[in-house]
Every structure is written in C-alpha cells, then in structure tokens.
C-alpha cells in the first residue's frame, strides 16, 4: 500500500512538469494572438513588459517563468476624414 502510494505521488509530480516550463514570450504572444484573432478581434495590440512595470493595461498571459508578461490594448479604429453632404 505504501509503494502504491509513493509512485501514485511520483506520477501525480512528473504529471506537473510542464506547468514548471518555461515557454518564450514571442511563442505565447503569437498563440494568444492566433486567439484573439479566430474570434474575430481587430485592432489589438499586444506588447511583453517587466512583471513589476507599472501598466494600466489588461495582462493575458505571463512567459519567460512569470519574469515577464503580456499585455492587450484595444486600438481605436482610424478616424476618416468623410464629410457627408
């Protein structure tokens, strides 16, 4: 019973290594990216800054092991000149 035990705990650790990894930030930038666009969201920016930078901006995601994350910022659509007569 302790041996089961013991590797049912070792299965349930190695099972979380790939929550420990550390995924590059332009890789995680272009999934959420992929994201956003498949849901049909235009004129968004998405910028990586410092995790301690202070920033107003929605985080959607941290990379790099938490050291950097990724902000969104909506853009306001391009004001055209039309006069209407």
């Known amino acids: 019973m302790k041996t089961a035990l013991t590797l ?3 299965a349930l650790f ?3 290594g790939s929550a420990w990894a550390r995924k590059p930030c332009e890789e995680l930038r272009q999934e959420i990216a992929a994201g956003l666009d498949a849901k049909g969201v235009k004129q968004y920016s998405l910028s ?11 985080t959607v995601g941290t990379c790099n092991g938490g050291e950097e ?3 969104y910022e909506r853009q306001q659509p391009a004001a055209t000149a039309v006069a209407k007569r």
């Open 14 to 16: 190695l099972s979380t």
């Open 8 to 10: 049912l705990a070792f």
């Open 48 to 58: 990586v800054i410092a995790k301690d930078a202070a920033d107003t901006r929605k």
């Open 69 to 71: 994350r990724i902000v």
